[in-house]
C-alpha cells in the first residue's frame, strides 16, 4: 500500500507531505484543482517521461517520493528532476535505472485513468487479463522464453547461412589461391638465400680472379711462400730465446698468427674452387626468385613470412566453409528441437485459456449485472494468430447489452459501459494479480444515479482487502470511502502564483464536499441532507 506522498516543487505544487490509510481513500475537488498533477507526480514514479516543464516555476529542481509497504518491508522510490532536463531514479536511497524504477513501481500501485480505457480494445490486454484469470503466468512466461531463445537461433542461422554462402561463392578462388602457395614450397628464410646464391653465381668469373689474387699473395712468384717465411722467423726467434728473455712469448704470438693464416689461406683456396660459373644453376635460382617476387607482388607482401600468413589464411577460410556448414546443421537441430518445445508450450497455453475462457466470461457478466446491465451478455472468443510470444492465440472480448449475439465491445460499448466493463475486469484482476495499490481516475465517468451507487459499492468491496484510491466527481462513490481527501488550489495574490495543496475531510467538512458534488457550488441544505443520508448508508 502507499503510505505517504512526499512532493517538491512540480508543477503547481510547492510542497505536499500526505500519509494514507489502508482500505478505500477518496479524492475529490473541483475541476482543475491539480487531481490530475497529483497523478502526473505519481506518474513520475512509474517511469513517466519527464522533462523541466514540469519543474515549479523558480526552483532548481523538483522531487516525487513515495512510501510502500510491502511483504518485504517499506520501499521507498524517488525521482528528481532537475531543470537540465536530467531526472535521477532512488529505490531505497540508492541510485537506479529508470526501467528498474518502472519494474518496482508496476508490482506496488496501478494507475487506471480515464484514457486507459482504450486498453479494453487491445487484444494485448485482453489475452493477458485471461492469462492471469487462468493463472497461466508460468505458461506464459515459458512460452515467452521459448520464443526468444527460437527467434535468436533463427536469427544465428541466417547470419551463419549468408556467410555460407559468401564462402562458397569464393571457395574456387580461394582454393586455386592456396593451391599456387602451397605449390610454391615456401620456406621462411629462403628469399635472403636465394637473393645471395644469385650474386655470387652472377658475378662468378670477377669472385674467382679476386680470390686467385689473394692467394698469389700468400705466395708471391719467386719467393717462399707467406707460411714458410713465417715458419723461418719463428725458428730465428726460438734461437735468439737461448740469450734474450722475452723471445718465447714472441715465437707463440707469431706461431698463432701462421697457424690462422694458413686457415685463411685454406679457406680462400676452397672458396675459390668452388666458385666455378654455373648458368644452369643461376638460370634456376633466378627463376625461383622471379615466382616468390611474383606471389609477393600479387599477395602485397615484403617477404616469405608474409606469403606463408596468406596462405594460412586461404586454408582457414576453405577450412571455414566447412565448419560453417556443420554449424549450419547444427543450428537447424536446435531449432527445430526448439520448435518442438515452442508448440508444446503454446498447446498448454490454449488449453488453459480454453478452459478459463467460459468461467472468466461468466465473472464479468455477473459483476456487469450488478452495475444494472441486466441483459448484458459477454464472452471470449479465443482465435488462431500468428505464433508469437505468447502463443498462437488471438482473444476478442464479445459484448451485448440486450443478451444479443455479442460483437467486438470495442465496437459496440458506449462510454458509461466501457467503464463498468472495465471495473468489472480490475476487480477481477485485483484478486487474482495481487496488485497491492489500485489508483481510479473518475473510472466512474459516464454513470450515475443507482449505477453510481453499485460502482462505489464494488469499489468499496475491493478496498475491504486492498488500499484503493477514487479519484471522482460523483457524490454516491465519495460517499464510500474510509478516508477522503480534497485536492484544492489556493492563488496567493503577494506572489502572483496559484499553488495546489491536498487536505484530508473529517466531519463538516466532509459532509460539505459531498454536497457540493450534490448540488454544485451553492451548496443547499437539502444537498447536506443528501451528503449525511449518503455517509450514513455507508
Known amino acids: 500500500m502507499l503510505r505517504s506522498l512526499h512532493i517538491r516543487n512540480y508543477i503547481l505544487i510547492d510542497s505536499l507531505d500526505v500519509s494514507f490509510p489502508e482500505g478505500l481513500v477518496i479524492i475529490t475537488g473541483q475541476t482543475g484543482a491539480g487531481k490530475s498533477i497529483l497523478l502526473g507526480a505519481l506518474g513520475l514514479l512509474a517511469g513517466a517521461k519527464a522533462d523541466a516543464s514540469l519543474i515549479s516555476e523558480g526552483a532548481g529542481s523538483c522531487v516525487v517520493e513515495g512510501e510502500f509497504d510491502t511483504p518485504e518491508g517499506v520501499r ?7 531543470d537540465t532536463g536530467r531526472s535521477r531514479s532512488f529505490i531505497d536511497d540508492c541510485p537506479a535505472q529508470l526501467q528498474e524504477l518502472t519494474a518496482l513501481s508496476g508490482s506496488l500501485f496501478d494507475i487506471h485513468s480515464q484514457h486507459r480505457s482504450l486498453l479494453l480494445t487491445d487484444k494485448a490486454f485482453q489475452l493477458s487479463l485471461l492469462d492471469h484469470f487462468a493463472s497461466l503466468e508460468k505458461e506464459r512466461s515459458d512460452c515467452e522464453a521459448l520464443w526468444r531463445e527460437l527467434g535468436q537461433a533463427r536469427n544465428e542461422y541466417r ?14 578462388y580461394n582454393e586455386a589461391q592456396y593451391k599456387e602457395l602451397e605449390a610454391a614450397a615456401l620456406r621462411d628464410g629462403e628469399l635472403e638465400e636465394l637473393e645471395e ?20 699473395c700468400f705466395s708471391p712468384r719467386g719467393q717462399s711462400g707467406t707460411a714458410e717465411l713465417l715458419k723461418e722467423a719463428r725458428r730465428s726467434l726460438e734461437h735468439a730465446g737461448k740469450y734474450l728473455p722475452g723471445m718465447q712469448e714472441l715465437k707463440e704470438r707469431l706461431e698463432s698468427a701462421r697457424i690462422e693464416l694458413e686457415d685463411i689461406f685454406a679457406e680462400i683456396e676452397d672458396t675459390a674452387e668452388r666458385s666455378t660459373a654455373s648458368p644452369e644453376r643461376l638460370e634456376a635460382v633466378e627463376q625461383r626468385l622471379s615466382l616468390l617476387y611474383r606471389l609477393m607482388h600479387k599477395h602485397s607482401c615484403s617477404d616469405i613470412a608474409g606469403l606463408l600468413e596468406v596462405r594460412g ?8 566453409s566447412e565448419e560453417m556448414e556443420e554449424r549450419c546443421n547444427a543450428l537447424e537441430s536446435k531449432i527445430k528441437g526448439l520448435e518442438e518445445k515452442y508448440n508444446e508450450a503454446c498447446g498448454n497455453l490454449h488449453a488453459g485459456r480454453a478452459a478459463a475462457a467460459g468461467p472468466f466470461a461468466r465473472e464479468v457478466e455477473n459483476h456487469l449485472h450488478f452495475l444494472e446491465l441486466e441483459r448484458a451478455s459477454f464472452g471470449v472468443e479465443l482465435l488462431p494468430s500468428t505464433p508469437g510470444a505468447t502463443g498462437t492465440d488471438s482473444v476478442s472480448f464479445m459484448f451485448s447489452a440486450d443478451g444479443r449475439d455479442g460483437s467486438d465491445v470495442a465496437k459496440c460499448a458506449s462510454g458509461g459501459e466501457i467503464s463498468r466493463i472495465m471495473l468489472s475486469l480490475k476487480a477481477i484482476m485485483a484478486r487474482f494479480k495481487g496488485m497491492p495499490t489500485l489508483i481510479f481516475d473518475e473510472i466512474d465517468s459516464g454513470v450515475s444515479g443507482s449505477v453510481a451507487d453499485k460502482m462505489g459499492r464494488m469499489i468499496c468491496e475491493m478496498g475491504l482487502y486492498m488500499q484503493v484510491f477514487s479519484i471522482t466527481h460523483l457524490p454516491q462513490v465519495a460517499a464510500k470511502g474510509s478516508a477522503h481527501y ?16 491536498i487536505k484530508l475531510l473529517e466531519g463538516e467538512e466532509r ?4 454536497a457540493r458534488l450534490l ?5 443547499t441544505a437539502e444537498a447536506v441532507a443528501n451528503a449525511r443520508s ?5
Open 511 to 514: 459532509v460539505n464536499e459531498i
Open 197 to 216: 646464391e644469385q650474386r655470387a653465381l652472377a658475378n662468378a668469373e670477377q669472385i674467382r680472379e679476386d680470390l686467385a689474387r689473394a692467394l698469389e
Open 313 to 320: 589464411r586461404y586454408a582457414g577460410e576453405l577450412g571455414g
Open 519 to 523: 448540488s454544485g457550488e451553492s451548496i
Open 159 to 172: 547470419d551463419a547461412l549468408d556467410q555460407l554462402r559468401s564462402l562458397r561463392a569464393g571457395k574456387d
Open 76 to 82: 521507498i522510490i524517488r525521482r528528481v528532476l532537475y
Open 534 to 538: 449518503l455517509m450514513k448508508e455507508n
Open 486 to 501: 480534497l485536492v484544492s488550489k489556493h492563488f496567493d495574490p503577494a506572489s502572483g502564483r496559484s499553488s495546489t495543496g
